[in-house]
């Protein structure tokens, strides 16, 4: 795949770039560890500041920033301008905090009275560099949730972004740099996928995080796993969306659209799969295909567009495939499912409903604005069908009942179960998934020491 601005609203090449050498690729290695070595021994207070100014940096950049998001992968515009809000608020939250999530932790004298030391302490101390393979879909905020952590805590990044926002890939280097942030401290390698197993096969390389396709992270787990590295992993997605009779089926149903067509259906932890009780199907149903009838699909540059272009006409091919097997097994198209004639990579807000478990859509993630319906008899089948998938990286359920509420905290299979309201990351809360989302966790205090060295430190009397 070619390293290239292609702008999805038309298809036009707007600007390439050549990959870089091994040359380059190594003087950036080498950058990355002799920074590291200095870097590391920075008090807190230094990166606060330096991360503050990359911040306010942002802030000043935003409306620039956002179009050219906007331009790399179909984003509407003010989806890309509250994406870089976000990531100048995250820098900020972990500015503030990072100071406090990663001090000296001292185990209560007593529990370690016959240990013989005198005294012990828990550090946190930074890896090294770490190798950031990151996604197209949120190309600001996925690489700030790991930047931000990662810079507080010591380390230092290298950046391997998708090869279709180059862009926002330099741009990202860039904001770090004039923001004061040593030579080496942040880096972008523009490199194709083929490349990223030597990266990561080098010694001064120390961990790797990815965000991405299951393949994508099947090849670094591999890898990682045989060089003995630190990993973490967030991978796809196809969030449940409960409701139950006691549901407010109007907020539901309005937070269930925004929760599907968000970034125009292209997010990992968007809502993809609605299991509705069999007593409020049908009327959750009507007021569920109403809204995503209602939505505006077009020009993302537009203020009024609610649904852009798919970033990539192979994710359109992708998702039409998916809408096409379920079509031909049986399911029912309540609104959408027909290709738009024209330039660029539309398709239009999409609800399938009668889906079974030999459709590809069941166990497949739809990555693009197709949501499909289930009917559950009970709760327990309402578990059952959630449950029923590959994936477990976030949930959502709509219920007032408190008991109902338990059980679903209790037995959904994902990382999160947002109760009447939508799945969201933020920067205090953990973010991460089980099978075959991923393993690890990104932000709060978790994610910044995903890649911290937790030493023990112990005197003796």
């Known amino acids: 795949m070619p390293i290239a601005t292609v702008n999805p609203a038309n298809g036009e090449t707007l600007r390439t770039y050549e990959a870089m050498g091994e040359e380059e690729t190594e003087r950036r290695l080498q950058l990355a560890e002799a920074t590291f070595r200095t870097y590391r021994t920075t008090a807190f207070e230094e990166r606060a500041r330096l991360l503050h100014r990359a911040a306010d940096l942002l802030d000043e950049d935003r409306d620039g920033i956002a179009e050219v998001m906007t331009t790399e992968m179909g984003k509407p515009v003010g989806q890309a301008r509250a994406e870089a809000a976000k990531c100048a608020k995250a820098m900020r939250w972990y500015a503030d905090h990072a100071a406090d999530l990663l001090a000296d932790e001292e185990p209560d004298p007593s529990d370690v009275k016959d240990s013989g030391a005198s005294r012990v302490l828990v550090r946190y101390r930074p890896l090294g560099p770490v190798l950031a393979v990151m996604p197209w879909n949120f190309p600001l905020w996925q690489v700030v949730r790991f930047a931000a952590p990662a810079l507080m805590a010591g380390n230092v990044g290298l950046l391997k972004h998708a090869s279709n926002v180059p862009q926002t890939a330099l741009y990202l ?45 099947r090849a670094v787990a591999a890898t990682a796993g045989e060089m003995i590295k630190k990993t973490v992993l967030e991978l796809g997605g196809s969030d449940p969306f409960v409701v139950m009779p006691s549901a407010d089926l109007d907020r539901a149903a309005e937070v269930a659209v925004t929760a599907r067509v968000q970034n125009t259906g292209q997010s990992c932890i968007a809502a993809k799969r609605f299991i509705v009780h069999t007593d409020v199907y049908d009327a959750f149903a009507e007021r569920f295909t109403r809204g995503m009838r209602a939505l505006t699909t077009g020009d993302p540059m537009d203020e009024a567009t609610d649904v852009g272009p798919l970033a990539s006409e192979q994710g359109r091919k992708d998702l039409v495939e998916l809408v096409d097997d379920a079509v031909r097994s049986g399911a029912r198209v309540l609104c959408g499912g027909e290709l738009p004639d024209g330039p660029g990579w539309y398709y239009p807000p999409t609800v399938l409903a009668g889906i079974t478990r030999d459709m590809r859509i069941h166990r497949e993630e739809a990555f693009g604005p197709v949501a499909t319906l289930y009917r559950a008899a009970d709760l327990d089948e309402a578990v059952l069908i959630a449950n029923d998938s590959p994936f477990g990286l976030s949930s959502n359920v709509w219920t007032r009942d408190e008991a109902e509420t338990g059980r679903f905290v209790r037995d959904l299979e994902a990382g999160g179960v947002f109760v009447n309201g939508m799945t969201a990351s933020h920067p205090a809360l953990p973010f991460g998934g089980v099978k075959r989302s991923g393993y690890g966790r990104e932000l709060s205090g978790h994610g910044i020491r995903e890649f911290c060295n937790i030493t023990t430190v112990w005197h003796g009397a």
């Open 173 to 217: 280097e860039d904001l770090f740099h004039r923001a004061g942030f040593p030579e080496g401290c942040f880096q972008t390698l523009l490199i194709g996928s083929a490349a990223v197993d030597d990266v990561l096969r080098d010694e001064r390389v120390r961990a790797a995080t990815l965000t991405g396709s299951e393949p994508a992270g």
